[in-house]
Every structure is written in structure tokens, then in C-alpha cells.
């Protein structure tokens, strides 16, 4: 089927950055998107992307591919709009041939039961869906994310239709694209929900450990037992866990301004755990208890969020949260305390004292 148009909802840093790519690598393509209502930032991004900005009704009847890449809790609401669009539009005038339906690719961190709920919306619509993940950060130059894709039996021709355009046909002429052939809708979300698990996990742990009862969590950390104990553990870590400690001073601030979004992913993660083992030998009550960990993980990111966007609504920096705000609510339980301090600030420098223990470790020749 011919695949000519591709749209993007919406160009936050990922989905600009993917958009770029296929700008710059595959120029034959036209490129769309919708931006009422959002943001300059936003607008700034698409401009530089080569995406063109059109109605939102228009958008759905011209594209032959839709991918959606935004936070997870959007991510229903959004597939909602474009099946209303389907039905509403009096295409009679661009009749779309059977054999060329619009496809919707879902590549939002979002769990295997939201992804097939996603998937009988649009059924409803006779919108063909490919369940997707990025793994990775945004593309830039000399680095391509992963996608990873996956389809129902029904619709894997459809998924290998889109991979087959997106990649160029080639490694390094578009996306970098892997398909999981036979695994079925909802393989892509599983592996980003394992993914996003250990990866974004292991940083709220880090973040759990540096913040702990000072900034008024129901868990210990070394800071909140003594100073002493704090200086102790980073000291520790980067004499016997010198890349694991490099790889904490990175991950924690890379965190920071993606906090709002990963609320929403934590709790598809928590999801995710509950329907999986819910029916395993161990029973309803262990899967509840995992789950649970991942709400509370949710709970740690939240928090970082309004810490963030409490910033951007003061005028007090925080300049990587700008849109945090407007798309959390946040500012609402703010750690801020007295002097101004707040819990990025306590995050920010725990990781300035141990990027230092990690450099003084180096210039010894202990690494």
C-alpha cells in the first residue's frame, strides 16, 4: 500500500526528533501535524522538524499514518479523537480505498491491556492499529532510538507496510525499526512496560535514596539518618560501583524535566504487573504488593513534577520544565521549604558531591 503521508501527534522532544529524521532522510515524505493549543516550545520544535502544522480534522483525513507519541494518559484520549474524526469527516469526495486505510501506530509507553483498548477503538473505526515503544532517548545526529512494533494477525501486513517506508527499506535510510513478527498486538507495550521498569525504576530508587524523609517521603535515606552516613554511601559507591554511580549522576538529571511524563508510565507499569500476575501461583496478593512499588514509584515522579513546574509558575528558573505546569497541575505539594530549596535542588546537588567522588576515584586510578 502506499504510504505517503505520515503524522505526528504530538512533537514533544521524541516525537519532533523522530519527525527530523524522516525529514531529513526520507524528504519525499510529507510530514503533518496539529498544534492547536500547544505551546511555542512546541511550535519551535515542529518548525525545525519539517512538520506542517494543519486543522486537526484535516490532518486525519489526508494522513496515511498517524503515529501517536505523547504522556501514556493521553494516549486513549487522543485515539478517541481520531475515530471521532473518522466518523464525522464526509470523505465521499477522498474516498480512501480499502486496501490503503489510514494506519495508527501507538508508540506510547503504555500497557498491553490500555494498547488493546486503543486497538478496539479504532477496530470500531476500521482503523488498522500497530502497537509500538521507543527504546532510547531522542534521535540526534549519529544516534537513531529504536522502535519496536508489533501487530495483531490481521493487521501484521499492515505493520510491515509501515516498517518497510519508515526505514527507507534500509538500515540508516529512516527510522530504526525492529519488528516482533507473531508476537501479537500488545508485544511492544509489554517490552517498554519491562523496559521502563528496570530502567526508570532503578533511577526512582537512586532518587528515593538521596531524597528519603528529608523531603517528606514515608521511606529512610542515608541523608535523613546523618550526613555523615550520605557522605559514607556515595563514597562507597564510587569506590565499588564506579560505573553504576556515573551511570546514577547522569540518569537523574536527564529524569528531571521528564518527570510529568513518567507518572503516567509508571503507572501503566503497575498495571501491567497487576493483570499479569494477577491469575500466577503466587496470587493476587503478591502481584498487588509489585504493583503497588510502581504507584509509589509514580508517587516519587509526581512529586519531582511539581517541584518543577512550581518553578515555572513562579518565575524561580527551573527553565526545562516550562510546559511541566500546564500538563500536571503542578505546583501543588511542592517540596519547597524555607530558603527556596526544593527537592531538585537536594537532587542536583547530591549528584554534583558524587560526580566529584567519581572524578577523584578516576584521577586515583581506581576505576
Same mark, same amino acid.
Given at each position: 500500500?502506499?504510504? &505517503?503521508? *505520515? =503524522? ?25 501535524? %496539529? +498544534? ?16 506542517? @502544522? *494543519? ?10 499514518? /498517524? /503515529? ?30 480499502? %486496501?490503503?486505510? +489510514?494506519?495508527?501506530? @501507538?508508540? &506510547? ?28 532517548g531522542p534521535a540526534r ?50 517490552? !517498554? ?12 530508587? #537512586? ?51 521528564? =518527570? ?8 501503566? /507499569? ?9 491469575? %500466577? ?7 498487588? &504488593?509489585? =504493583?503497588?512499588?510502581?504507584?509509589? /514509584? ?11 513546574? #512550581? ?12 510546559? *511541566? ?29 558524587? !560526580? ?5 576515584v578516576k584521577r586515583a586510578?581506581?576505576?
Amino acid at each position: 500500500m502506499p504510504i &505517503n503521508t *505520515v =503524522a505526528f501527534l504530538y512533537p514533544g522532544s521524541m516525537g519532533a526528533s523522530l519527525a527530523r529524521t524522516l525529514s531529513q532522510r526520507l524528504p519525499h515524505l510529507t510530514l503533518l501535524t %496539529s +498544534l492547536s493549543g500547544r505551546s511555542s516550545s512546541t511550535r519551535q520544535r515542529a518548525l525545525h522538524s519539517g512538520l506542517t @502544522d *494543519v486543522p486537526f480534522p484535516d490532518l486525519v483525513a489526508r494522513s496515511d499514518v /498517524i /503515529i501517536s507519541i505523547l504522556p501514556p494518559s493521553e494516549a486513549v484520549p487522543l485515539a478517541k479523537q481520531v475515530k471521532q474524526v473518522i466518523a464525522d469527516l464526509d470523505l465521499s469526495a477522498r474516498p480512501r480505498p480499502a %486496501s490503503s486505510p +489510514l494506519i495508527y501506530l @501507538d508508540a &506510547n509507553a503504555i500497557s498491553p491491556s490500555t494498547a488493546s483498548e486503543i486497538s478496539s477503538l479504532l477496530r470500531q473505526g476500521g482503523i488498522p492499529f500497530v502497537d509500538g515503544c521507543v527504546i532510547g532517548g531522542p534521535a540526534r545526529e549519529g544516534y537513531d532510538p529504536k522502535v519496536y512494533v508489533s501487530a495483531g494477525k490481521e493487521y501484521e501486513h499492515h505493520m510491515r507496510d509501515l516498517a518497510h517506508v519508515l526505514t527507507g527499506g534500509a538500515p540508516g535510510k529512516g527510522l530504526k525499526i525492529e519488528m516482533l513478527e507473531d508476537a501479537g498486538e500488545g508485544a511492544a507495550s509489554a517490552l !517498554k512496560m519491562c523496559y521502563g521498569g528496570t530502567t526508570k525504576g532503578t533511577t526512582a530508587l #537512586a532518587t528515593m535514596l538521596v531524597l528519603g524523609e528529608s523531603a517528606g517521603f514515608a521511606y529512610p535515606s542515608a541523608q535523613a539518618h546523618s550526613p555523615g552516613t550520605a557522605a559514607a554511601l556515595t563514597r562507597e559507591l564510587s569506590l565499588s560501583q564506579t560505573a553504576r554511580l556515573e551511570g546514577i549522576t547522569k540518569s537523574i538529571p536527564d529524569m528531571i524535566p521528564k =518527570a510529568y511524563r513518567w507518572v503516567g508510565e509508571m503507572q501503566e /507499569i503497575s498495571s501491567f504487573i497487576a493483570s499479569s500476575l494477577s491469575s %500466577s501461583p503466587h496470587g493476587a496478593d503478591a502481584a498487588r &504488593n509489585i =504493583a503497588q512499588t510502581y504507584q509509589g /514509584i509514580a508517587s516519587v515522579y509526581q512529586r519531582i513534577a511539581d517541584d518543577l513546574g #512550581a518553578r515555572s509558575a513562579g518565575g524561580s528558573g527551573g527553565g526545562a520544565g516550562g510546559s *511541566v505546569g500546564t500538563e500536571t497541575g503542578a505546583g501543588a505539594g511542592s517540596g519547597t521549604r524555607a530558603g527556596g530549596k526544593d527537592e531538585v535542588d537536594d537532587l542536583l546537588e547530591w549528584v554534583d558531591s558524587a !560526580k566529584k567522588a567519581v572524578a577523584e576515584v578516576k584521577r586515583a586510578g581506581g576505576s
